[in-house]
DNA sequence: AATCAAAAATGACCACGGTCAATTACAAAA
DNA sequence: TTTTGTAATTGACCGTGGTCATTTTTGATT
């Protein structure tokens, strides 16, 4: 049994987080450099890997904690009317993903924990993504929008494997223009969404 | 206008990137160190920097190979029949890939490059990946064993997202049994080149 | 208050990828 | 052969993430 933490420690880890957020505020995500953090946040290097496994643990954090407001902003519309409609409430995550390079490597590290320990952040939003968009799917399906000869879970991992590609193929063209990955999505939903023969 | 490069240089990349094969072979992807290649080598570590752009770089050129190794045996294997076949010569890729984490970050970072420049050996195995996929889903919508109301080129490109969506789960659980890669792709594929209403 | 075991924090140290001004080897021109 | 410009290589050095034996802090017990 392990025992509660010290109020110490409640606040050198509320410390840490705070001003990592900080820096990614005026750095952006790929500016964090773990020295920097210890820094101004006033304790040793050792510190914080005691409180985190490492910089992804901390990364994981922000991200998730990001991830879930977006979340809260999806579920604040209600269930979409149709497909089109679910393409569109997808925009804010691909924007917020496709802003940093960081934040798609490290969705994709934890991309696959939709049944394992919800421990971390990152793993819970998952979780509750996948199963938003059950729910959104299962309400089309009953609506005749959609095709019905799948379940909507694996209609919803299909949505999130087209939202990875549209990122992955979003970072590897170095944004001169392009299409950005909201319109590059519509195609790859409208062709797996309908209604099937 | 660059000149050609002297013998000398071709010499000492073919060096390096025999002597990185080995260690792989010993150690897998994951094991290999520069330190340990250029000492093996015999070169100074600048020298694998002013061959390769980064680590990323030499692994690129090994990985491209294996990848169109794995490309060869596809072609040969000549075009499925059906959707069941076409997933079932897949099964290599995921193989291959599904071996080391290492292999699948790689391939993701330059996923996206079908069309720029096909300088590096990886975009050129991604560009021959899609169209071959290309070509074979062409044969099956003109067999009328799959759907005909999308272009094969985005279903092409589908199929590589459902590849990276399930190797990306089967990296998020510890490999303990759980369904393989293989098997997890099908109902994806299924789903996906159905015939459409 | 004094004692003590567990918790928390420390910082010197390491591993590893990557850089670049300086040096050496080469091949063409004089 | 000697000179000379450039291609090729060198290795000391750096940035950054991560480790761990040691030290300090804390709060319960006597």
Partial sequence: MTRAPQKRRLETRARLLEVAAAIVQEQGYSGLRVEDVVARAGVAKGTLFSHFKDKDGLLAVLIGDEVMRLLDGMEARGAPQDAAELTARLAPHLDYVGQDRVIFDLLLRYSGTTAAEPDEVVTAGFIRQVTLLTRWLQVLQTAGQIRQD?????????????????????????????????RALAPYLQAWLQPAG
């Fill in 150 to 182: 799948q379940p909507p879970e694996l209609l919803a991992e299909g949505i999130q494997a087209f939202l990875n590609h549209v990122l992955g193929v979003w970072f590897c063209m170095e944004h001169d223009d392009e299409t950005p990955p909201g």
